[in-house]
């Protein structure tokens, strides 16, 4: 059934995040598709305007997205899968070590209480996080804006940091070497669709985004297909991802953000430090690109950061393997880490 309302509030939603971009763009911003609307809808959501995408266009969004990324994969670029499992290795150390300092840095400098120190300073899966803090009886709230202040802040820090390592950074990473025909893009989406609700039947995170870089790459990877999405369309896009961001401080007010702003900096600050240092020693002793790990290893959004790392022109297969990895060795570690803090 059909939402007028919902539909107005997403037309309006991806108004201000195209504004955002144009202006993003007009500053010099790097990655303005994603940076320039995630600020813009989240200023507009605290000043009490109502932004929402509809799922349909989230999902779409995802499924073209996902294509796009995939057309990046050729055989070059899984060579170094070889030496991905002891980069994942390190990955679930870096987790644990993360949610450690995190956690007591909440503790000690901002008076959380064990379980919601726990619960905010998970670097990811934020919806299992608020799923666990209604059951832990926290604050869940402050606990979600913690989170919220962490998957924004890194979204604007992430490509500023890729910027200052002296990468470029192309506008619209998707649309690659050449355009796929209408009816080759037709077709890796009906494709792409069906494993993606074949994925989420079976619970796989973003499982549209998934089954459509899955699909993409393997087209791509034989040859059966070539080139990117339509400029326009990777644009609209990226600009629909940076506005899904931004709408999580919709119904939030400036005295909320306010109390959890603090903290919510602070555990970024920890998490991008540890993370960016572990990530540039795995790249150096592995021989891995910088900015793949940077983009894998970044403890921000799922689909955010597969997205960023196709912006910093990373291994796509590299980032996306990394960022279900983390998903599902964070899965274990939280409930983990507060079974542990409520027996003790």
Known sequence: MIDPALWRDTASTLCVAG????MAWGL?????LLTGPALAVSLAGLFGLRMQIAPLARDAAFIVIGIGIGATVTPETTA?????????????????????????LLRLGFGFDRDSAILASAPGHLSFVI????????????VTLVQAVRLLALTLIVPVIARLMGVEIPPNPLSGQGVLGWAAFAALAGVSLILGLGLRRARVPAALLIGAMLVSGLGHGAGVVAGGVAPWLGATC????????????SGVTFAQLGACLGAGLAVTAMATLISGAV?????????????????????????????LGAVLGGQAGFVA?????????????IPAMLGRRSRA
């Open 279 to 307: 990530a540039l020693a795995v790249a150096g002793y592995l021989g891995l690109d910088p900015v793949t790990v940077l983009a894998a290893f970044a403890p921000g959004g799922f689909e955010t950061m597969i997205a």
């Open 28 to 32: 010099g911003l790097p990655a303005y």
């Open 131 to 142: 799923g666990l803090s209604a059951e832990a009886g926290v604050d869940a709230l402050r």
């Open 321 to 333: 393997a990394a960022h279900v990895v983390r998903l599902m060795i964070l899965t274990v570690l």
């Open 238 to 249: 990226l600009v629909a991802l940076g506005a899904l961001i931004g709408t999580r401080f």
């Open 19 to 22: 504004l955002g971009a144009l």
């Open 80 to 104: 170094a899968m070889l030496r991905w499992p002891l980069a994942f290795v390190v990955l679930a150390v870096m987790l644990w070590a993360i949610m450690w300092a995190c956690a007591r």
